[in-house]
């Protein structure tokens, strides 16, 4: 049986009430209390206090201070006056029931209403919370884009520099080249000129020797002297010419080649040597047993299973550098990024496996499933509610039977319409 708490004191103004509670040997604290507009109730086993005020007052403004074993009560009276007692006295017991009734249904539809404001503050402070993540990727998604394209200015300023130093330097050849050229050229004048010198000097010589032997030997024959005059001019020196080509790593000649394009193509495939060389590098270190894709997928699914994301990404990589053509690689690494909430590499990965799962075939269709649904995901927390809502309707085509896609599909399209409901 309850022990009923009667020495109780209180005091009152026109405007409040003050009541002291003593509870001796128990610990009271807020739970114990239970107040409405006209009822107040104190129950700590064993003791018990129940009232039927007085008057109504209010319960919102009230307050209950717990100290030194008493409870120290502030009741604001919704009616200015002065009360004739505490609590009610000689009442109706059915209208004392009916008060006490009305009390706890008050007080459920009070819990009730205030239940219904936290949710709404939840809610709130979700969507908030959701949004300033949003805004959070969009201002990083940024960041990276113009740290991107930074890099790509500064990468076509380079390549812009080298053409244009690969030009320079082709300009420089060319004009040394044709410098050669005019030397040479002259060179071979000043030759030309000196041999043509010495062949009339030596027609000279020859012409007055020509004349001597004539006078002292007149007894010869007419055919010995036109022997005689004819004289043939001294053979010419001969001479180099150097000629220089111009290296070239293609077999065609420069000037039916097109030199943008080339250098286009030798700087891709440099890029295409350096990043292989790296690639290697990077696996030359694992052993054998890490050099298997099938090894590093089972290892990157314990990873993702312990929920080490970052780990299991790294596993992943490593496998799809031995194996590009795995599909299920690209699938468990954009489910990584989907909990890593790296949400444009969970789209690319997606896509990759859609491309590698062809033809599509029943036993690949889990797979484009899950690869539909994860871009699909990625699309919705990105926002772009339309590419989300196509894939969710692929993955619907491929398994048509399956109600948690359909709902899922649902709920997008309420998004779209702006028909979605707070869940």
Not at 368 to 389: H, M, P
Not at 404 to 409: I, R, V, W
């Amino acid at each position: 049986m309850p022990v009923w708490v009667s020495d109780y004191s209180w005091r009152q103004t026109d405007t409040a009430v003050f009541l002291s509670l003593p509870m001796r040997g128990v610990r009271v604290t807020q739970a114990n209390i239970f107040c409405t507009d006209q009822y107040l109730k104190v129950n700590v086993p064993p003791f018990l206090f129940e009232a039927i005020l007085y008057a109504p007052i209010d319960d919102t403004s009230s307050t209950a201070k717990i100290r030194n074993e008493t409870i120290f009560f502030t009741l604001y009276k919704k009616e200015v006056a002065m009360w004739e007692s505490l609590v009610m006295e000689n009442g109706d017991k059915e209208k004392m029931q009916k008060i006490r009734e009305n009390a706890i249904i008050k007080a459920q539809e009070k819990a009730d209403e205030e239940e219904k404001s936290k949710a709404v503050t939840r809610r709130e402070h979700k969507k908030y919370a959701l949004e300033a993540t949003m805004k959070l990727e969009e201002t990083e998604r940024k960041r990276i884009e113009n740290l991107k394209e930074e890099e790509r200015k500064k990468v076509t300023e380079e390549l812009e520099r080298w053409k244009e130093k690969q030009r320079n330097e082709e300009k420089q050849r060319r004009i040394q080249r044709e410098e050669e050229i005019r030397r040479e050229r002259k060179l071979i004048e000043e030759k030309k000129k000196q041999e043509i010198n010495k062949a009339k000097t030596l027609n000279a010589g020859t012409s007055k020797t020509r004349s001597i032997s004539t006078r002292a030997c007149s007894s010869e024959n007419i055919f010995s002297g036109k022997l005689k005059e004819e004289s043939f001019p001294a053979p010419r020196s001969a001479g180099t010419i150097k000629i220089s080509f111009t290296s070239r790593v293609f077999p065609t000649a420069l000037r039916e080649s097109r030199v943008a394009e080339e250098e286009e193509w030798l700087h891709k495939q440099a890029e295409a040597r350096r990043a292989m060389n790296a690639n290697f590098s990077e696996l030359k270190d694992l052993n054998e047993e890490e050099k298997n894709p099938d090894w590093l997928k089972d290892k990157g699914n314990k990873m993702f299973a312990t929920g080490n994301y970052l780990a299991a990404v790294n596993a992943y990589n490593l496998a799809i550098l031995l194996n590009n053509k795995i599909p299920v690689l690209y699938l468990n690494r954009a489910a990584c990024h989907l909990k890593l909430r790296n949400l444009h590499k969970t789209i690319e990965d997606s896509s990759k496996a859609l491309e590698l799962l062809i033809p599509p075939v029943s036993d690949n269709a889990d797979a484009r499933v899950k690869a539909y649904v994860r871009r699909g995901t990625a699309f919705c927390q990105l926002e772009l509610y339309a590419e989300g809502l196509q894939d969710y309707e692929a993955a619907l085509k491929i398994d048509p039977t399956n109600k948690t896609l359909e709902q899922d599909a649902e709920k997008i399209e309420h998004i779209i319409h702006g028909t979605a409901q707070d869940s």
